[in-house]
């Protein structure tokens, strides 16, 4: 009975390793919503078509760029693909306009975080 148990253990252990492994090298995500500049949505909660040109000038000051998940209100920081990089125009542009955006996610300390690898 023990050695059945010792077995189910290490079982159980194996495939929760083969989990974290898996999850830690996942693919591409792509993730619909709002693109916002974390300044003014922040602190002022200004969003939408009216606040586009100040987003703008925002994102391209280097504030940084958040993606509001559709019907959730989850955010992302937006990361260019390459460090010491600004965000690709096809990001700065499209500031408070839906968009999906795909690239590879991390998260630390309970911020998420995509680089950019494409925008649509």
Do not use: F
Not at 66 to 83: F, H
């Amino acid at each position: 009975m023990n050695r059945l148990a010792n077995l189910g253990l290490g079982l159980v252990l194996a495939l929760g390793l083969v989990g974290i492994a898996l999850a830690a090298d996942s693919g591409p995500i792509s993730v619909t919503g709002n693109l916002r500049d974390s300044y003014c949505y922040g602190t002022m909660g200004a969003k939408g078509p009216g606040h586009k040109a100040c987003a703008i000038k925002c994102a391209s000051a280097g504030i940084p760029v958040l993606l509001v998940e559709k019907g959730t209100e989850k955010s992302y920081i937006l990361l260019p693909n390459k460090d010491a990089s600004p965000l690709p125009q096809s990001v700065i542009s499209r500031m408070e306009d839906e968009v999906t955006v795909t690239g590879k996610e991390y998260s630390k300390n309970g911020t998420e975080y995509i680089v950019v690898e494409s925008v649509k």
